[in-house]
């Protein structure tokens, strides 16, 4: 990621917020689903515009090819000790549809609000899982996930979906969702948490002076009888095709 940066020229703007998704035609953002694009968090600009820190500590993630183009991250994402986990989980043709790199940066890390990653990351029928690993240790200071257990059993509320004009937006408002019932996930650097596709998760912001870099995955099935939604904001250019694990 580190090299990743330092060839990124930060004049190529955009800045990643879930708060702003709905009706967004953002190009940068659709193309990156299959590219590697860089977003900025919001609190890193001043009034004028301009970044107030180094690039390498205003970006809030980086996505979402990275396990295709990239050879270091296609190495880890698709490795036997990956393959043996979606193995084990049932998967029979597993798709690595999108990654994540995100930073939470010390004191400017934003929030991601509650969601279901079947909201973004729709099949028929669901069968969404993230793999989300702690690159360093994360904690309710540094902006942990927060998880609510049992809740993947209460149904998928609402999705992300793409219109033929390119209009992304949710098709249902957002779920009251009751905060006292998410719980804290903190773990070590190194730890893989397996989210399913409709367990709601979220993270705070990172107000602490300490980031909390995360690489994520989120994998759906592709064997025969699982179709990806044709309207989902995640569609692949045909130069660079979706590349399933095996089957
Ligand atoms: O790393 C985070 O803060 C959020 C990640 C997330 O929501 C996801 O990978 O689905």
Redesign the pocket.
Known sequence: MDALLADFDPRTISIFTTKNQVEKTDNYFLRSASDIGFFFEEKAFDEQGQLRQPKELSINKVGHALHDLDPVFRQFSRSPAVEGVLRSLGYKRPLPVQS?Y?F?QPSIGGE?VP?Q?STFIHTTPLSCV?L?WALEDASRDN?C?WGMKGVHKEGLKRRFKKAEDGFVSYDLPDTAWDMTRFEPLECEAGTLVL?HGENV???AENTSPVSRH?Y?M?VVESAPGTTWSPDNWAQRAPENPWQPFYG
């Open positions: 994540m995100i939470k991601v969601h990653d993230g989300w902006g996930l989210l998760h979220y993270s995360s994520s989120h």
